[in-house]
């Protein structure tokens, strides 16, 4: 039996990190996708993530121009 509540305790570890990973993920790509416009990037005034993802902000319906 506590072999049971052991793998059960691993297996919502494994979900938690997993959780947090997609989490992670999905703010890191809406940051990119979404908010990085050059003058306000994290990475100075390069364009280079803005025009890399342009059309996907066009498709996903943020403005940007």
Do not use: I, K, N
């Amino acid at each position: 039996m506590a072999e049971a509540r052991v793998a059960t305790g691993v297996a919502g570890l494994v979900a938690a990190l997993w959780l947090a990973g997609t989490a992670f993920m999905a703010l890191t790509v809406l940051y990119f996708v979404g908010l990085d416009q050059g003058a306000t990037s994290v990475f100075g005034t390069s364009t280079v993530v803005h025009e890399f993802v342009h059309d996907a902000r066009h498709l996903l319906g943020f403005p940007c121009h």
